[in-house]
């Protein structure tokens, strides 16, 4: 498969990117209860998609907890993980396991995760077809084009009978591994987040929970979808992540726990995926086994 090739053509589009100076966290001087001034740690936590309504209730809670969450924005994937490399962000909350292992990987760093959020089923979207039987054999289909979530949209093709992948298919599987010959689509690789535009042009895309919406879409309109409650799929689960230092960050830990628990910020969480998102308590372990076990496995496939 290209991980190499492509984590090295991400890792290049990083290095065009600004660096997110005026993003240091620092302690600030806020107004709690009663108008009464007291010091208040601020978190500068990285995301995609701070509109989703989780996130207003995330900072809500943590507010009510003395903790003040400042949400940093990014347009899309390749940011968050240098940012919070290079100190620009506190935590970040974006990315499942595979994706964080293969920037790891590809970078050389260390981050790694401190609690789960949900997994989330990657979805099959046409506004050309209303099922897969319909997709004529030919046609090409779009799926998003970095390593991890390649591989995982590369298995929702295959589950839906519209490829073949020669080695039966893995976490790790990329465009070379698929059997042209007994596939019944063509299958391209563009950027997550261009895909929602690109829609009208192929027969269907894999698409990111994170911009479903942005194609018009709802989650209940994909035509196929894999399965989160499979045990196999840990390697998918969403976390928080931090840097190596701060894996034991009394506040950060905090927050996770606010995240898993708070009832307002897991109704967001549940209408932000139309209710597809299965929302998880992992134990941290299991999450830092499951990490480490694929990067093993990535840097074998080097």
């Not at 498969?1 to 090295?8: F, L």
């Not at 709690?32 to 995301?47: F, I």
């Not at 830990?253 to 910020?265: C, S």
């Amino acid at each position: 498969m290209s991980i190499s090739k492509k984590t090295t053509k991400v890792l290049a589009a990083l290095a065009t990117l600004p660096l997110l100076a005026a993003l240091a966290g620092c302690a600030t001087t806020a107004e709690v209860g009663g108008g009464s001034s007291e010091q208040s740690e601020t978190v500068k936590v990285g995301v995609v998609g701070k509109s989703d309504p989780q996130w207003p209730a995330f900072v809500d809670a943590a507010a009510a907890e003395g903790i003040t969450v400042e949400l940093v924005d990014f347009g899309d994937y390749a940011q968050p993980n240098p940012a919070l490399t290079a100190g620009d962000l506190d935590l970040n909350q974006f990315q499942h396991i595979v994706y964080l292992a293969d920037y790891n990987v590809a970078s050389g760093e260390d981050l790694t995760v401190i609690g789960s959020t949900a997994i989330y089923p990657l979805g099959l979207y046409s506004t050309k077809y209303g099922s897969v039987a319909d997709i004529p054999a030919g046609e090409t289909v779009a799926v998003p084009d970095d390593a991890s979530n390649l591989a995982r949209a590369l298995l929702v093709l295959q589950s839906a009978k519209l490829i073949e992948l020669k080695d039966g298919g893995s976490i790790f599987s990329g465009l070379n591994d698929v059997d042209e010959a007994k596939s019944k689509v063509k299958v391209t690789a563009l950027e997550a987040s261009l895909i929602p535009t690109s829609l009208p042009d192929v027969a269907a895309a894999v698409i990111n929970n994170d911009f479903v919406q942005d194609a018009g879409l709802e989650f209940s309109d994909a035509i196929a979808k894999d399965d989160p409650s499979d045990p196999n799929a840990l390697p998918y689960v969403n976390v928080f992540a931090a840097r190596a230092e701060d894996k034991d960050n009394a506040t950060y830990k905090k927050l996770v726990e606010i995240f898993q628990t708070d009832e307002a910020v897991q109704a967001g969480l549940l209408e932000s995926s139309a209710g597809t998102g299965l929302a998880l308590q992992t134990p941290v372990a299991d999450l830092v086994a499951s990490l480490a076990t694929v990067e093993a496995d990535t840097k074998a496939q080097k």
